[in-house]
């Protein structure tokens, strides 16, 4: 633990004994390492997305945990993160933007755009509903001979690895359209038949990789469009500016930003022009 006062706060009455000096130890590691800003508001969270941790590791006290992220050599700390890293998601979530990528930019770049190429990126893809949707877009819309690339990217590294199989319940495909599901979904059989899978060539469309967006960004070339949805709402609003900048860095001059139903560049950015909905378009 870091040093400090030698009084500790009152426990709680839980499973296990969670101080205050625990929870400010435990927000300044989750602030440091991903950027995530966890007021007080959200320490029962805290407490429930950890108490496996501290079963998995035989601990009885949050003070032993945080020793044990002191002393880590990053196995657990992999652990953490992942623990407190929030992934809610669905197939074609805030269609408003599928929306303008099929019926207004798609066909833009496609008449305009200089080369046939196409990169996109999927920033916080959580489980990969988000990168999948997009490639059954581009997929779906897209003419003959054009070279497009989804770069997925995530935190945590548990939910790339679900991402990567492109395997769900198939109740996370409702929703969907049956031509659609169709096309893009192979059904299970036998003990499996209540699972989908993403076919091979949408998965080969997309690259996984577990990427901090607070760290450096080993990265190549520039993209067309980046989502980034739900994400900086955990930052304050200086990290919000930094991660901002650093991806109109990473556009193409005349890119589009797509952004959380909940987040606004107002006053963060004066990089993009909003167009509307959450949808930005780089200005410089």
Request: some cysteine; glycine content about 6%; charged content about 25%.
């Amino acid at each position: 633990m870091a040093q400090g006062s030698q009084v500790l706060d009152a426990p709680r009455k839980t499973d296990f004994t969670f101080t205050d000096r625990d929870f400010r130890f435990i927000a300044k590691v989750i602030g440091d390492h991903a950027g995530i800003v966890m007021s007080e508001a959200k320490r029962d969270l805290v407490y429930r997305r950890l108490q496996s941790r501290l079963r998995a590791q035989n601990l009885t006290k949050f003070s032993e945990y945080c020793n044990l992220l002191q002393e880590d050599d990053g196995e657990e700390l992999e652990y953490f993160v992942n623990a407190l890293t929030t992934n809610l998601t669905s197939f074609f979530r805030e269609q408003h933007h599928f929306d303008f990528l099929e019926n207004e930019l798609l066909p833009s770049l496609i008449k305009n755009k200089g080369s046939k190429t196409l990169r996109v990126w999927s920033a916080g893809c959580s489980t990969g509903e988000e990168p999948y949707s997009i490639a059954m877009t581009l997929a779906e819309m897209l003419p003959h001979g054009w070279d497009a690339r989804i770069l997925a990217t995530d935190l945590d590294s548990d939910v790339l690895a679900k991402a990567a199989q492109g395997i769900y319940r198939e109740e996370r495909t409702d929703g969907i359209p049956k031509a659609r599901l169709k096309r893009w979904f192979h059904r299970g059989k036998g003990s499996k038949a209540e699972m989908v899978r993403i076919v091979p060539e949408l998965r080969d469309l997309i690259t996984f990789k577990q990427l901090n967006l607070l760290a450096d960004w080993p990265l190549k070339g520039s993209f067309d469009i980046i989502f980034c949805r739900n994400v900086v709402i955990y930052f304050d609003k200086s990290t919000q500016a930094v991660l901002f900048d650093r991806f109109a860095q990473q556009m193409q001059t005349d890119g589009h930003l797509f952004i959380g139903h909940s987040e606004t560049l107002n006053k963060v950015s004066d990089r993009f022009s909003l167009l509307g909905n959450t949808i930005y378009h780089r200005i410089k």
